[in-house]
């Protein structure tokens, strides 16, 4: 399976929705743009995880660098996900701690903006 990434500009927020399988092979690609997108002075990121089908250790990696990088310029990264299977990865690795988790991209950037 393939990783199909698109990212768009939604208020000041950069959303990268993200589709197919974050693996060892693919993940490379998206730490790519979101590195591209910190460098462009993006700091406030949102991942939409709703069509990804599968997360390995590496894709982990990849969103928690990403997160170490834009919290760097005081930005955040939140996710999009309401499916289980992936949720239950956040959850054993005690990762739903570090990254606010939500619903849809409009109720994490409302979140971020009350915050």
């Known amino acids: ?4 990434l698109e990212h768009y ?12 399988e974050i ?3 693919t993940a490379p690609r998206l730490r790519e743009l979101l590195i591209d997108l910190v460098n462009q002075g993006r700091f406030h990121l949102v991942v939409d995880m709703e069509k990804v089908e599968f997360l390995d250790s590496t894709g982990l990696g990849v969103l928690v660098g990403g997160l170490k990088r834009v919290r760097a310029h005081d930005g955040t ?10 949720l239950k990865i956040f959850r ?3 990762l739903t701690k570090v990254f606010g ?3 849809t991209v409009r109720d994490a950037i409302d979140n971020r903006k009350t915050q």
């Open 1 to 4: 399976m393939d990783l199909k």
């Open 9 to 20: 500009t939604e208020d000041d927020t950069e959303i990268v929705v993200v589709e197919g």
């Open 23 to 25: 693996d060892v092979y």
């Open 77 to 86: 990264l939140d996710l999009v996900c309401k499916q289980e299977r992936i």
């Open 92 to 94: 054993i690795t005690g």
């Open 101 to 103: 988790i939500h619903d």
